[in-house]
Nanobody, 122 residues
Framework: QVQLVESGGGLVQAGGSLRLSCAAS????????IGWFRQAPGKEREGVSC????????YYADSVKGRFTISRDNSKNTVSLQMNSLIPEDTAVYYC???????????????WGQGTQVAVSS
């Protein structure tokens, strides 16, 4: 059964760091582009970062460039999102998704996790 599970969310003060992890079962993450998205209350879901298959090109939203880093750990079949210098505007539910291709970005028709909450206090 194909499944994605996010972990690593929590409450952190502004300026702090969190590391989110997206673990897969039922398929090999490295074969697909993996994206991180977030949705804040009352806002649309937005793409945060994406990594193409086999450590191909990475992409970041302008709002997180220089602060977030996406990476793969193929030995664990996971994709991580290292989030540094967090600000209150980063507060949202974060989701990972696996595209049905090697190219960014995943779409709503692809596989999605259930999300993990990130809250940044000022």
């Amino acid at each position: 059964q194909v499944q994605l599970v996010e972990s690593g969310g929590g409450l952190v003060q502004a300026g702090g760091s969190l590391r989110l992890s997206c673990a897969a079962s039922g398929f090999i993450l490295d074969h697909y582009a993996i994206g991180w998205f977030r949705q804040a209350p009352g806002k649309e879901r937005e793409g945060v970062s994406c990594i193409s298959s086999s450590d191909g090109p990475t992409y970041y939203a302008d709002s997180v460039k220089g602060r977030f880093t996406i990476s793969r750990d193929n030995s664990k079949n996971t994709v991580s999102l290292q989030m540094n210098s967090l600000i209150p505007e980063d507060t949202a539910v974060y989701y990972c998704a696996a595209a049905s291709s090697i190219y960014c970005w995943p779409t709503l028709r692809d596989y999605w996790g259930q999300g993990t909450q990130v809250a940044v206090s000022s």
